[in-house]
């Protein structure tokens, strides 16, 4: 079993919609990361969380400590948020700050 | 755009070769990490430098090394290449200092082992 499970694989969805995509890890953390990936393979850090919850324009980023689960949510969703999006955690342990990824969630937004 | 770079951008390979991948990281930031990321899956983390350093490795054979160099910029090497070598490259720069660190990605390195 992955330290860290993302739900679901693939998600497709209508302009507008409101997007979750949910997280679960198993290990001890500092911090968990939401990330995208586009189809170029570049990856860029939308969310750092440690606790609670982030906003950014229409991206929602929530973390409960306890149930070790993240969601993000996508409000009034757009085909340009058509990407890859990974959760990835921070474990804590000592030497490397190193990431634990989850396998990633595909999510195609159509016109 | 992360101010990380990466080099070459696509590398096409035979089995048993070497290959030598580049990253080149924002001034200042010390540690880079090195992930491998095969098609479909989330990355997988290979080690991490830091101040020229190995600062951690994942469950990666030897033939998997690396070297940071002190204008920050490190490489990643493969010795006597496998065809499940075949993946994205990642780097990954971030500043120590604090217990949350945000990683700055590079673009990658597409390598494919024929």
């Known amino acids: 079993k992955n330290e860290v499970e993302q739900s679901p694989q693939n998600l497709t969805a209508q302009e507008g919609e409101f997007i979750t995509i949910n997280c679960s890890y198993s290990?001890?953390?500092?911090?968990l990361h939401w990330l995208q990936q586009h189809p170029g393979g570049g990856i860029v850090s939308l969310f750092m969380?440690?606790?609670g919850k982030k906003k950014h324009g229409r991206l929602i980023a929530t973390i409960n400590i306890q149930e070790k689960h993240s969601s993000l949510h996508i409000t009034a969703s757009h085909p340009r948020d058509s990407a890859v999006y990974i959760c990835a955690v921070n474990p804590i342990i000592q030497g490397a700050q190193k990431l634990v990824f989850g396998q990633g969630t595909r999510l195609t937004i159509n016109p | 755009e992360t101010g990380v770079t990466q080099s070459p951008t696509h590398l096409i390979k035979t089995r048993g070769q070497q290959v030598t991948l580049r990253c080149s990281s924002q001034s200042g930031h010390n540690t880079v990490s090195w992930y491998q990321q095969a098609l479909g899956q989330g990355p997988q983390f290979i080690f991490q430098?830091?101040?020229?350093?190995?600062?951690g490795r994942g469950n990666f054979p030897p033939r998997f090394s690396g070297l940071q160099f002190p204008n920050y910029s490190s490489e990643l090497n493969v010795n006597a290449l496998e065809l499940d070598d075949s993946a994205l490259y990642l780097c990954?720069?971030?500043?120590?200092?604090?217990?949350?660190?945000?990683?700055?990605f590079g673009p990658g390195t597409r390598l494919l082992v024929l």
């Open positions: 290990v001890g953390i500092s911090a």
């Open positions: 969380l440690s606790s």
């Open positions: 430098y830091y101040r020229e350093e190995e600062n």
């Open positions: 990954a720069s971030s500043y120590p200092g604090t217990p949350l660190q945000t990683q700055y």
